[in-house]
């Protein structure tokens, strides 16, 4: 049996029709650029994300750069992030003349590891950007705690994280600006590019509406240099289908993990009765003080106030990664690195003068990172299916 990474063909069958009758809407009206159902969408996703404003943008990516134009981010001044993220967190930083800071990761979450974070502070620091990695949010408290001692801006690249929570608190609330991906693989994914940014400071969302139509204001009149960063109807009109269906598929995804830590649990590729028995660690949760735990008994959130929403299952490989990521693939069964190389040893960022063994524990990650389905239509069949194909691989090699 194949078993995709994901499988977005399934998820449409079972909307299909209220997804037409959307399209269909739109294309009547003929309003294909921003428009009644991009304003909708605002209004409901603010609401999700527990946020005064939201804006649909015209991707995760374009949302980071708006947010970092909004802050006036310039050439020399220095961002403090991870490098072990997507490309466009710190590609971002760099168009705009700016330094992306790189600060190693906790081994257990994959995000910023914020212990870290303060040493790196200088009197060109304008921003902290955490990434919420594979749907978990990065340890805020922390984070805001520093960013408001120091005067600095924090936005949270929450293009993974629609709808996970910190405390109660959902992603793109905490900081200053959030911003999301409407990539199709992400949680809420569009039919295309998408995306949006959130806040609760009005005049971080005024600027941000400016310049989402070239620092036009009144229209023709430019104060402010901005870019074509607007959302098409088309797939303001689709997400907002998805937005409410986003906690099913999310419970879905939670409850596919449980299995799967249950699954791996009787394996014994987890066992740590001495290292070499120890093949695989599983996606902890944490509830950012310190803990960390699986979710195994049942599909409730391990912690309180806390909500990784699992855009990606990701194990940690002890042995032989790259070996069983070849044989899962030659057997059908979907898997990807995120991320193969971090971000501070990109060619593209050589001038920032990063060197290998920077950032050991982003580059273990790196190395050891793999990704299984995850999405909410896997089956029971599916998941066994991927851990019986992970369990033949080390009795067999
Ligand atoms: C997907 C993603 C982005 C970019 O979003 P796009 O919509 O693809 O431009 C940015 N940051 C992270 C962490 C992402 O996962």
């Known amino acids: 049996m194949n078993v995709p990474l994901l499988d977005l063909k399934t998820q449409y069958a079972a909307i299909k029709t209220e997804i037409q009758a959307a399209i269909n809407r739109v294309c009547d009206s003929q309003y ?20 005064q404003f939201a804006l649909g943008v015209s991707s995760g990516t374009d949302a980071l750069l708006l947010a970092l134009m909004a802050i006036d981010l310039k050439p020399g001044d220095e961002v403090i992030t991870t490098p072990y993220t997507f490309f466009a967190t710190a590609g971002c930083i760099a168009r705009l003349g700016a330094k992306a800071i790189f600060v190693d990761i906790d081994m257990q979450t994959y995000n910023i590891d914020p212990r870290k974070i ?9 921003a902290i950007m955490p990434v919420h990695l594979f749907g978990q949010c990065a340890d805020m408290t922390p984070i805001m705690e520093i960013a408001q001692r120091h005067n600095l801006y924090v936005i949270e690249d929450a293009a993974q994280a ?25 949680n809420l994914g569009a039919f295309g590019d998408g995306g949006a940014v959130t806040t609760n400071n009005p005049d971080l969302a005024k600027m941000m509406k400016i310049l989402r139509v070239h620092g036009a ?7 402010y240099i901005g870019g074509n960063f607007r959302l098409d109807a088309l797939q303001a009109a689709i997400v907002r289908v998805k937005l409410k269906y986003l906690d099913e598929w999310t419970a879905g995804r939670q409850a596919n993990a449980v299995h799967y830590n249950q699954l791996f649990a009787k394996t014994g590729l987890i066992e740590t009765k001495n290292n070499s028995d120890l093949h695989l660690i599983l996606p902890f949760e944490s509830d950012q003080s310190g803990q960390y735990s699986l979710r195994t008994q049942t599909d409730q959130n391990p912690f309180a106030n806390h909500r990784h929403i699992y855009n990606q299952y990701v194990l940690r490989v002890m042995n032989k990664r790259d070996e069983l990521r070849a044989f899962l693939t030659e057997r059908g069964i979907g898997n990807e690195i995120y991320y193969p190389v971090p971000l501070h040893l990109q060619k593209c960022f050589a001038e920032w003068g990063y060197q290998a063994g920077e950032f050991f524990h982003s580059e273990t990650a790196a190395n050891q990172t793999l990704a299984i389905p995850i999405y909410p239509e896997l089956t029971a069949n599916h998941r066994e299916t991927v851990v019986n194909a992970i369990v033949k691989f080390y009795v067999t090699t």
């Open 217 to 223: 204001q009144p229209k023709y009149y430019h104060q």
């Open 118 to 126: 303060e040493e790196k502070i200088t009197a060109k620091t304008k």
């Open 162 to 186: 629609i709808g996970a929570e910190y405390k109660g608190k959902r992603a793109g609330s905490i900081g200053d600006i959030g911003c999301f991906s409407f990539f199709p693989s992400k």
């Open 32 to 51: 294909f650029i921003m428009g009644p159902d991009v304003a909708a969408l605002e209004e409901e996703l603010a609401a999700y994300c527990q946020t």
